[in-house]
């Protein structure tokens, strides 16, 4: 079983960017495609953005497209969401996840490690 730690979450202004970055340790996360969801208040959890084992594929949800960027480090096991162009619909706990199969999947079923979260606010 693995541990996911996520960080670089805060309160940011609407139109701002924040870099969250995600560490894995525990079981070999860079077999496994890695991905970030996360749950607004008073919503269920969402799928955000997934990545390859390799890095070199990666799924995104419509409404982030264009503005997140999901990137990892395999020799350090961390995987980061670079957001830019936030907007308060972002505003969310956002979690690192790390999957069960070796190609981004939006499918929270196929993760089977999670962090505890990180939470980012965007104020209008």
């Known amino acids: 079983q693995g541990h996911l730690v996520e960080s670089g979450g805060g309160l940011v202004q609407a139109g701002g960017s924040l870099r969250l970055s995600c560490a894995a340790s525990?079981?070999?996360?860079?077999?496994?495609?890695m991905g970030w969801f996360r749950q607004a208040p008073g919503k269920e959890r969402e799928f955000v953005a997934a990545?390859?084992?390799?890095?070199?594929?990666?799924d995104y949800a419509d409404s982030v497209k264009g503005r997140f960027t999901i990137s990892r480090d395999v020799s350090k096991n961390t995987v980061d969401l670079q957001m830019n162009s936030l907007q308060p619909e972002d505003t969310a706990v956002y979690y690192c996840?790390?999957?069960?199969?070796?190609?981004?999947?939006?499918?929270?079923?196929?993760?089977?490690?999670w962090g505890q979260g990180t939470r980012v606010t965007v104020s209008s």
């Open positions: 990545i390859s084992w390799s890095g070199d594929s990666t």
């Open positions: 996840a790390a999957s069960v199969r070796y190609s981004p999947t939006p499918y929270a079923g196929l993760y089977l490690d």
């Open positions: 525990g079981r070999t996360f860079s077999n496994y495609a």
